[in-house]
């Protein structure tokens, strides 16, 4: 197998720092990832920054169909030198945040044949992997599972507990619609350029329904998204602040009393539960 570097070599590559280019150069890593991410023979997968190519041709090896998604126009061209012996492979040009993910398995009918999902995977740029995820979660009737890259404070975040300094929006949403799993942390060493810090995989299987069931999806966000905007602020004084909810202060209280949460406690404090309550309550005033 042609070694990262080598490929750096052959086309005179050089990362571009402003799409967040960092290349995993160790196959051995590159090759767990793609083993965890549990692909199938009948599996279709989006690749998400296929950069060199390397991790494309091992997901390859085991997937049905690869779609590989590069914005870098140099890198497409490596792509398509690279993998050009791989006939179930297709090379994108494509920002993955205007990436229409539906439109991998429409073209032949795969979707409407077997009702199956898109497996996602990817060492994605550090600069914008929030949004995919959001993106990703958004998307979570067309994808099984997700198994990406993230610089280390991240995947923390996205992992926390509540009652937490990293517990926040991007926690609720993975807890309750996916179920994560740490795979392993990956040293800064085993990239080109090499960054500051260490990188941690996560591999997050979409739940069939989410952990509870809520009566307003876009409601919950905001709930959610309200509750952390000013994280040393109480509850009750985000939401008495906040846009959304057109309530005067006495009712805002009584809003929590309803949800069964002291209004004084911080949006750190709250379990996916406690959200979950505190917005259909909000749902049930808003409708009533």
């Not at 898109?118 to 998307?139: C, D, E, F, H, R």
């Amino acid at each position: 197998m042609t070694s990262p570097r080598a490929i750096l070599k052959k086309y005179g590559i050089h990362p571009i720092k402003g799409l967040g280019q960092s290349f995993l150069i160790d196959n051995n890593i590159t090759d767990k990832i793609v083993t965890v991410s549990g692909i199938t023979r009948d599996d279709i997968v989006v690749e998400i920054g296929a950069g060199l190519g390397v991790m494309t041709a091992m997901i390859a090896d085991r997937a049905r169909k690869v779609i590989a998604l590069e914005i870098d126009p140099k890198l497409i061209i490596v792509l398509q030198e690279e993998l050009k012996h791989l006939h179930n492979v297709d090379i994108l040009k494509q920002d993955v945040l205007k990436y229409d993910f539906t439109s991998a398995f429409k073209e032949d009918g795969y979707h409407e044949r077997t009702g199956s999902k898109v497996t996602v995977v990817g060492n994605i740029p550090y600069n914008i992997s929030s949004q995919i995820l959001l993106k990703m979660i958004a998307l979570r009737k067309h994808v099984s599972s997700m198994t990406f890259m993230f610089q280390k404070e991240v995947a923390e975040r996205i992992t926390a507990s509540p009652g937490t300094k990293q517990y926040g929006l991007l926690s609720v949403l993975t807890f309750l619609y996916t179920m994560p799993s740490r795979i392993m942390t990956v040293p800064a060493s085993c990239f080109f350029p090499k960054p500051k810090v260490d990188s941690i995989v996560l591999k997050m299987k979409v739940r069939q329904q989410p952990l509870w069931e809520i009566k307003d999806e876009s409601l919950f966000f905001q709930v959610v998204k309200t509750a952390f905007s000013k994280r040393r602020k109480t509850l009750i004084n985000n939401f008495k602040s906040s846009e959304f909810v057109q309530l005067p202060g006495s009712d805002i209280h009584d809003l929590f009393v309803s949800a069964g949460i002291d209004g004084q406690r911080r949006g750190e404090a709250l379990t996916v539960e406690e959200f979950v309550r505190l917005s259909d309550a909000i749902f049930t005033v808003q409708n009533s």
